[in-house]
């Protein structure tokens, strides 16, 4: 008995895995089917926001239910790639709310039906003002389309649902297709890594793409340094006081030589004669990683990533170790 119930569940695991690779397998084909019609008036979507964001206008989105929830993200991505838009409650704006709502924006309006009646009672008002309407509709002949200055096709060939019902592969293609819009607008702008990083000044995006190494780099007394003439016994008091496990070596110029470490430290054990009288320059490791002070720490960030090191030494323009950022330190600036 019980090892029929065993193999009774696991019987079901397997059942929910590859239910969840049949809704991946029909929502991935309907985003290959709906890639496959878009056509110019895809460029023509582009052109109308770029003109309206020219002139200082807005995008406006407006969507009932599912499509409502879509387009918010929708607003949110344009919004955080410098083209502002809002949201507007198609219930609510009769009401009031159509006050955000100034001659030169565009309206993005999403109904995969086309047919939704919140939005298409609120058309009309709509078209009081000086507007451009883009709709995201998988019905190019619905009222929706027709009333549209420009229509974005997102017809599916059918929903993951298994009744055919529940918006799934419809508004994975909507978010897609916004993901693109947002992308085609933003690089038609000219919108740079810097740009982005403005609209994110408390996140740790903004904080990697804002601030230098210089800016979190440990110095004095932190950043332990030793000329490379100097014993292995001495290099280790000199880490104990920066409490630091490593240190940045230095020729006679006072330029970067190598660097020493705990783990350096520790493969030299188990081989060396006297260790802790040898010079650093016997047993450092020449030419270490290093990155430049006024470097953007997501280059640090990117570093630590893909070297797999702790510490990374920073230097000036001269070569000269002048601060040291610990791995262990960027979780504490919010960094990552």
Do not use: W
Request: aromatic residues 4%.
């Amino acid at each position: 008995m019980i090892e029929n119930r065993h193999l009774s569940a696991h019987s079901v695991a397997v059942n929910h895995l590859a239910k969840a690779r049949e809704v991946f397998d029909v929502e991935i084909a309907s985003l290959k089917k709906v890639r496959a019609q878009l056509d110019k008036s895809f460029g023509g979507a582009v052109e109308t926001i770029l003109e309206a964001i020219k002139r200082r206008g807005k995008i406006v989105v407006v969507g009932i239910g599912k499509s409502g929830n879509v387009g918010a993200k929708i607003a949110a991505t344009l919004t955080s790639t410098g083209s502002t838009s809002v949201v507007l409650n198609s219930v609510d704006a009769l009401h009031g709310d159509l006050g955000i709502v100034n001659d030169g924006d565009v309206i993005l309006a999403l109904s995969y039906s086309g047919e939704s009646e919140e939005l298409l009672n609120l058309l009309p008002a709509l078209k009081r003002f000086s507007v451009k309407i883009i709709s995201f509709t998988g019905n190019l002949k619905s009222s929706l389309a027709k009333h549209s200055d420009v229509s974005l096709n997102v017809k599916v060939p059918k929903e993951a649902c298994p009744f055919n019902l529940a918006p799934t592969s419809s508004t994975t293609a909507m978010l897609v297709l916004g993901d693109a819009l947002a992308m085609a607008i933003l690089q038609a702008r000219g919108f740079k890594q810097k740009d982005y990083a403005r609209f994110h000044p408390s996140g740790a995006i903004g904080r990697a793409m804002l601030l230098k190494a210089g800016d979190i780099m440990r110095t004095g007394n932190r950043n332990a340094i030793a000329g490379e003439n100097l014993s292995v016994k001495e290099a280790l008091l000199v880490m104990t006081r920066a409490k630091s496990g490593s240190l940045s070596v230095v020729n006679a110029r006072g330029k970067l030589a190598g660097v020493f470490t705990d783990g350096d430290f520790r493969r030299h054990m188990a081989g060396e004669d006297n260790l802790l009288s040898q010079p650093l320059k016997k047993v450092m490791t020449p030419n270490p990683i290093c990155i430049s002070e006024s470097a953007l720490a997501v280059e640090a960030l990117k570093i630590f990533n893909e070297r797999n090191i702790d510490d990374l030494i920073v230097v000036n323009s001269k070569r000269e170790p002048v601060g040291l950022v610990d791995s262990q330190d960027l979780p504490k600036l919010k960094i990552v």
